[in-house]
């Protein structure tokens, strides 16, 4: 126990003569505060500002933007931000065509289902009004089959006549042919 005692003693000396040393030293920077005008700021400021190689804190302010610009628009930055936009205009030359073709493709099968007898003028009837939406071509918000009869009801001559209709204007049937004398002699005896 006696080391310890020690010990604790030489803390309290120590401690003691740390406050001591830091008492003096307050009273060093209050004498010499008291003698000595407190420097100015300002002064201090165009110094250290000479130091680094500038004349006014607007230059290195000047300094610090360009910096930063730099840093963001990086040589690799702007071909990348190049490559993107480049790629963007692909992607939507890519869409369009796909949508182009989706349409084409929709109307010309459905039309040549439904007897239109010029499917590429449909197709051009409907391009501005269709889009495709989640894979299906709506025209005028319709299905392609809802728009196609609409049309045949608006404008039937782009459609083939059906056997039924009786226009006309649809594929000429063959003539009938015509019986053997044997076929008109029976069906005349059956008479």
Do not use: C, W
């Given at each position: 126990?006696?080391?310890?005692?020690?010990?604790?003693?030489?803390?309290?000396?120590?401690?003691?003569?740390?406050?001591?040393?830091?008492?003096?030293?307050?009273?060093?920077?209050?004498?010499?505060?008291?003698?000595?005008?407190?420097?100015?700021?300002?002064?201090?400021?165009?110094?250290?500002?000479?130091?680094?190689?500038?004349?006014?804190?607007?230059?290195?302010?000047?300094?610090?933007?360009?910096?930063?610009?730099?840093?963001?628009?990086?040589?690799?930055?702007?071909?990348?931000?190049?490559?993107?936009?480049?790629?963007?205009?692909?992607?939507k030359e890519l869409?369009?065509?796909?949508?182009?073709?989706?349409?084409?493709?929709?109307?010309?099968a459905s039309a040549?289902?439904?007897?239109?007898?010029?499917?590429?003028?449909?197709?051009?009837?409907?391009?501005?009004?269709?889009?495709?939406?989640?894979?299906?071509?709506?025209?005028?918000?319709?299905?392609?089959?809802?728009?196609?009869?609409?049309?045949?009801?608006?404008?039937?001559?782009?459609?083939?006549?059906?056997?039924?209709?009786?226009?006309?204007?649809?594929?000429?049937?063959?003539?009938?042919?015509?019986?053997?004398t044997d076929e008109?002699?029976?069906?005349?005896?059956?008479?």
């Open positions: 126990m006696g080391s310890e005692e020690a010990k604790k003693q030489n803390q309290d000396q120590q401690n003691s003569e740390q406050h001591n040393n830091s008492q003096e030293q307050n009273q060093n920077t209050q004498n010499q505060s008291q003698t000595q005008p407190a420097p100015d700021p300002e002064k201090i400021l165009q110094e250290k500002l000479k130091e680094l190689g500038f004349n006014s804190l607007e230059e290195l302010k000047a300094l610090k933007e360009k910096a930063e610009k730099a840093s963001k628009e990086s040589p690799e930055d702007k071909n990348l931000k190049e490559e993107l936009t480049k790629l963007q205009t692909q992607l869409e369009s065509a796909y949508r182009t073709e989706k349409v084409r493709a929709s109307i010309v040549t289902k439904l007897g239109v007898i010029d499917p590429d003028m449909v197709v051009l009837l409907a391009k501005e009004k269709a889009e495709v939406k989640d894979g299906k071509v709506l025209v005028d918000g319709k299905t392609v089959e809802e728009f196609l009869s609409e049309l045949k009801e608006q404008k039937p001559y782009l459609f083939r006549a059906s056997d039924k209709e009786g226009s006309g204007a649809g594929v000429a049937k063959e003539p009938p042919k015509e019986k053997s008109k002699l029976a069906k005349l005896l059956t008479q």
